[in-house]
C-alpha cells in the first residue's frame, strides 16, 4: 500500500475510536480514556492489527501529549486559589508533600525503581475535573476543593517530572546543574512573558479580554494560545528539555493571566478533547503490549492500585480539619488516586529514559487503567449517591 494511503488509513481507524469511544462511555459509565486505551488494544499491532506504528502516527502521538500537558497547565484554578488564601494554599501542598513522601516509602517497600513512587503519588486535576462536570458537582464546596487540591498536586507532579527527567538522565553532575539552569532560564522567561501579559491587560483591558471571550470567526484567541503553545514547546526542545514541559508552562500562564478563561478553555479543550488527545491515547493502547506483561507485573500493578489509596488516605485526614465528612473525605482520596493522564505521560518518559521496559511501562498504564476505573467509581458510590438520597 502506498505510504500516503496508509497513513489516511491510520488516521481513519484512529479517528473512528475518537468518535466511537466516549459514546460508548456514557452508556457504561467508563472514562472515555480507559476506552480509548482499550480501543488502541484491540485495533494495534497485537491484535487486529488495523493500526501501525509509523511517522505519522509518532507525529501525532507527540502533539497529543503537548496538547494534553497544555491544557493540564490551563486546568489549574489560580482564580480559586487566590480567593482561598495563602494558608489554605500552604496546608494543601503540604497534604501533596506527605502524599509524595509515602508514594516514594511505598515504591521502596515494594522494590520498585522511584519512577514508581512518582508515578504513585501523581495527582491530577483532569479526570476529577471531567467526574465532577458529569455529576453536577462542580460547583460545589466539595468539588472546588478538590480541584484546588488537584490544581496543586498536578502543578507539583509536573515540577516532579520535570526534576526526575533531569536527575536521571545526566546524574548528579555539571551537566545537570547546566539543564536546570535552562530550566530556571525558561521559567524567568515564562515570568517576562507574564509580566509582559499583565501589562498588556493593564494598558487595554478590553481588547486583552477578547482574546478570551469573544466569539468571532477568526478565533484569534486560539490562534493566540496555541502559538503560545508550540513557542514555549519548541523553547523546551531548543533547552533540551522535554517539549511537554514548555507546553505545561504556556497552559498555566493562560489560565494565571486570563480570570475569565472559561471561554477560551471550553474552545481549547473542543480542539484538545475533540481530536489531538483522544489520537494520543489510542496510540498509547495500541503501543501496549499485553504479552510483556509477567505474573510478577500483574503482581506489582495491583499491590500499586491499594498503595494508591492508602498513600491518600493518611494526609487526607486532614480534610476533617476543614469541614469534610469522613464520606467526602473518602470520596476525596479515592478521586485523587485517579491521575490516569498524568501516570501514562509518566510510563512515557520513563520509557524514553530507559528506566521502563516493556513489563514496567505495562504496568503503570494498567495502573492507570485501573485507577481511571475503580476510584471515579467509588467517588459516585461515597459521596453523589449520598448526596442525592
Known amino acids: 500500500m502506498h505510504s500516503a494511503h496508509a497513513d489516511l488509513l491510520a488516521l481513519l481507524v484512529l479517528l473512528a475510536g475518537s468518535f466511537l469511544m466516549p459514546i460508548v462511555s456514557k452508556y457504561i459509565f467508563v472514562p472515555s480514556a480507559v476506552l480509548l486505551i482499550g480501543y488502541g488494544l484491540l485495533v494495534g499491532p497485537n491484535s487486529l492489527n488495523l493500526l501501525a506504528d509509523g511517522q505519522v502516527v509518532g507525529f501525532l502521538y507527540e502533539l497529543g501529549f503537548i496538547v494534553l500537558m497544555f491544557l493540564a497547565g490551563m486546568e489549574i484554578d489560580f482564580n ?23 508514594a516514594f516509602a511505598a515504591a521502596y517497600l515494594l522494590g520498585l525503581h ?3 513512587g512518582l508515578a504513585l503519588g501523581a495527582i491530577s486535576v483532569g479526570l476529577p475535573l471531567a ?18 487540591l488537584g490544581s496543586v498536586g498536578e502543578f507539583l507532579t509536573v515540577i516532579g517530572m520535570t526534576l526526575f527527567y533531569f536527575a536521571s538522565r545526566y546524574g548528579f553532575s555539571l551537566e545537570l546543574l547546566w539543564s536546570l539552569s535552562k530550566l530556571i532560564g525558561m521559567l524567568v522567561l515564562a515570568g517576562i512573558t507574564l509580566r509582559a501579559f499583565m501589562a498588556i491587560a493593564w494598558w487595554n483591558p478590553l481588547g486583552f479580554t477578547k482574546l478570551a471571550k469573544q466569539h468571532e470567526s477568526s478565533e484569534i484567541g486560539v490562534r ?3 502559538l503560545l503553545m508550540m513557542t514555549f514547546s519548541t523553547l523546551a526542545i531548543l533547552a533540551g528539555l522535554e517539549s511537554i514541559v514548555g507546553a505545561f508552562v504556556a497552559g498555566a500562564l493562560i489560565a494565571f493571566v486570563l480570570r475569565g478563561k472559561e471561554i477560551l ?3 481549547l479543550t473542543v480542539v484538545g478533547h475533540g481530536l489531538f488527545i483522544p489520537i494520543f491515547f489510542v496510540i498509547v493502547g495500541m503501543r501496549f503490549d499485553p504479552a510483556a506483561i509477567s505474573a510478577s507485573g500483574l503482581l506489582a500493578a495491583g499491590q500499586l492500585v491499594l498503595a494508591a489509596i ?8 486532614l480534610l476533617l480539619r476543614q469541614g469534610l465528612t469522613i464520606r467526602e473525605m473518602l470520596g476525596t482520596t479515592s478521586l485523587l488516586a485517579a491521575p490516569l493522564t498524568l501516570v501514562v505521560a509518566i ?43
Not at 465532577?132 to 476543593?145: A, D, F, H, P
Not at 521502563?356 to 449517591?385: C, E, H, M, T, Y
Open 310 to 317: 492508602f498513600v491518600r488516605l493518611l494526609p487526607c485526614l
Open 265 to 267: 478553555e471550553e474552545k
Open 347 to 389: 510510563a512515557a518518559i520513563g520509557l524514553e529514559l530507559g528506566i521502563l521496559d516493556g513489563n514496567g511501562q505495562s504496568v503503570l498504564i494498567l495502573l492507570a487503567v485501573a485507577s481511571g476505573l475503580i476510584f471515579p467509581i467509588i467517588f459516585r458510590l461515597l459521596v453523589v449517591k449520598s448526596s442525592k438520597a
Open 131 to 148: 467526574i465532577l462536570k458529569e455529576t453536577g458537582m462542580l460547583r460545589s464546596q466539595l468539588g472546588q476543593g478538590i480541584i484546588i
Open 114 to 116: 522511584p519512577l514508581f
Open 80 to 102: 480559586g486559589m487566590r480567593a482561598r488564601g495563602r494558608r489554605a494554599i500552604v496546608s494543601m501542598m503540604i497534604i501533596c508533600l506527605i502524599i509524595f513522601s509515602l
Open 224 to 226: 493566540a494560545a496555541l
